[in-house]
């Protein structure tokens, strides 16, 4: 089992910028795959960010150039830095692990980008 707990979402101006932090604990030698999910009522919920154990990414078009994701081995950390951000990023975004057994999720933090 892996909990997760993320934090650093809230309520921002178009153009602003967030970071959001998840941290990991439990069984988490065996994640391979970390990253960021969101999602908005009524629509399904989409990968932003993905960040393998050897450190390759991958991002959502929407997210890309915008928002950059990374880990911290040490701390069991998994981070998402969203720049630029717009109306349209406004979602509940969720931290996500993969291992050999199952995917884990954390409770979700919102983002808000409103003027």
């Known amino acids: 089992q892996v909990q997760l707990v993320e934090s650093g979402g809230g309520f921002v101006r178009p153009g602003g910028s967030l970071e959001l932090s998840c941290a990991a604990s439990?069984?988490?030698?065996?994640?391979t795959v970390w990253g960021w999910h969101r999602q908005v009522p009524g629509k399904q919920r989409e990968v932003v960010?993905?960040?393998?154990?050897?450190?390759?990414?991958h991002y959502a078009d929407s997210a890309k150039g915008r928002f950059t994701i990374s880990r911290d081995n040490e701390k069991n950390t998994v981070s998402l830095q969203l720049n630029s951000l717009k109306p349209e990023d406004t979602a509940v975004y969720y931290c996500?692990?993969?291992?050999?057994?199952?995917?884990?999720w954390g409770q979700g933090t919102q983002v808000t980008i409103s003027s």
């Open positions: 960010a993905l960040i393998s154990s050897s450190d390759e990414t």
């Open positions: 439990g069984n988490i030698r065996d994640i």
């Open positions: 996500y692990t993969l291992d050999f057994k199952a995917a884990y």
